[in-house]
């Protein structure tokens, strides 16, 4: 399974960004394997509008099913959920430790944006 983790650095060992849209790189990491793909989201980091929407888009161009954050809103969420990517929010740690606790079954997964946007 693909799945997305909003990162502060471009490898597993780099620690989970809180802030999905705005998030410096989002890992787009294999579960079985731990092969993964960085997508570099300078572009968005400091957008006016749509970064979370432009983040969702993203992921799911590359095949992610989850995304694991720590902030996600309303407006990323809506994209999300109409692309049938669930969300985990609330995640903290490295990316390798998120990934182990979404494959220990850790998280739970949201059923709405957890923060307003533009933050």
Not at 9 to 38: H, K, N, W, Y
């Amino acid at each position: 399974m693909k799945i997305a983790v909003s990162s502060r650095g471009r490898d597993l060992d780099a620690p989970v960004d809180p802030r999905f849209g705005r998030a410096a790189c989002i890992l787009i990491v294999d579960t079985e394997s731990l092969e993964f793909q960085c997508i570099d989201n300078e572009a968005n980091k400091n957008a006016f509008k749509g970064a979370g929407i432009q983040a969702a888009a993203a992921i799911c161009d590359a095949g992610a099913q989850v995304l694991l954050t720590g902030f996600c809103g309303p407006n990323a969420f809506k994209a999300l959920d109409a692309a049938d990517i669930r969300v985990a929010n609330d995640v903290q740690g490295t990316v390798r430790e998120a990934i182990l606790c979404f494959k220990a079954k850790k998280y739970e997964f949201a059923s709405k944006a957890n923060t307003q946007g533009h933050w």
